[in-house]
């Protein structure tokens, strides 16, 4: 028997369209648990196709939380979900000592397991002349600049992100110190214990179910989702692969067939960076994703139980 002072959150990563979620509903059932997702991207009710959000018979298979539980109008950020999830969590914990967690946005992952960094403080000036930029010459400048000043943050981060990029450049330029060297500081303890299972396959096979989720997601509807929402295309929670390939043949850049392989380009870019954020944790155990849950269920039970000494 777990012990209620033992509690420990299993922890579910992987490159998109892997099969986490999959994976989690099979493992809050054998647990008895909820899920929390960590995808920064599923949080909205406005963007559910193209945000690979679970279907119906998926959510009532296990509740889940931090589903569609925003707006794309309201500012919601990393450190506001940390202290959401956390709450959560605490109220979690006291019904059952193992929940679980899934998802591939790798920052939001680190920000519960471990905590957010410090960052500084910089001019505001530097942002303002950063988004100037970008109206004007495009995003490919600021990336650029970034792989020059931080290439490990270049490698990690979704640079097709503006809000990331900047925010990251701005760093950068204002204390003349890379981005990345504010990561990874000492952080205030959990009182959880981290179980974190990696999902991975070839690039090949990763790259072809990328291919096909993109296809079934356009013959779900994408393009019409997307459609409602271009007028809003402005808004961070909309500056995200899917939408932004598709309001560029919205606004005539690309042709339709385009803007398709675009999505699937840039999703698999997507991909490559989570396993780079992901593979630098050393505690976490990898599995293919074709593993029999049976194989994942018995070691996890093996670590619960040396949690208990």
């Known amino acids: 028997m777990i012990q209620k002072d033992r509690n420990t959150l299993i ?5 998109t369209a892997i099969g986490k979620t999959a994976l989690s509903i099979k493992l809050a059932k054998a647990f008895n648990t909820d899920i929390i997702s960590c995808d920064s991207r599923q949080f909205y009710k406005e963007m559910t196709i193209g945000t690979a959000v679970p279907n119906v018979d998926e959510l009532i298979a296990a509740k889940h939380h931090f589903i569609q539980n925003r707006s794309i109008f309201e500012d919601y950020n990393v450190g506001e979900f940390e202290r959401d999830v956390l709450t959560k969590l605490e109220e979690l914990f006291q019904q059952n000592p193992v929940q679980i967690m899934v998802g591939g946005s790798g920052l939001y992952v680190d920000a519960v397991l471990k905590g957010l960094d410090y960052f500084p403080e910089v001019d505001s000036k530097i942002r303002e002349k950063l988004t100037k930029q970008i109206e004007k010459q495009g995003i ?19 640079i097709e992100n503006p809000h990331r990029l900047m925010r990251a450049l701005e760093v950068c330029i204002g204390t003349g110190i890379p981005y990345s060297t504010f990561k990874n500081k000492p952080k205030t ?14 690039r090949e096979i990763i790259y072809n179910r990328i291919n096909q989720r993109v ?61 780079t954020w992901f593979k630098r944790d050393q505690k976490t155990t990898w599995y293919d994703f074709k593993t029999d849950v049976n194989i994942i269920i018995e070691n996890i039970q093996k670590k619960l139980k040396n949690n208990e000494r």
């Open 189 to 202: 303890p959990r009182n959880f214990h981290s179980i974190i299972i990696g999902l991975n396959a070839d």
């Open 215 to 275: 296809d079934i997601m356009m013959e779900a509807g994408l393009l019409e989702e997307a459609t409602k929402l271009y007028t809003h295309k402005d808004l961070n929670a909309l500056q995200t692969v899917g939408y932004r390939e598709l309001f560029s043949y919205f606004n005539g850049t690309f042709t339709k067939e385009f803007a398709i392989s675009e999505i699937k380009k840039n999703t698999r870019r997507f991909a490559k960076r989570q396993l």
């Open 140 to 158: 490919e400048p600021l990336q650029k600049q970034l792989k020059e000043l931080d290439i490990e943050t270049y490698n990690t981060i979704a």
């Open 11 to 15: 922890t579910i990563v992987g490159p």
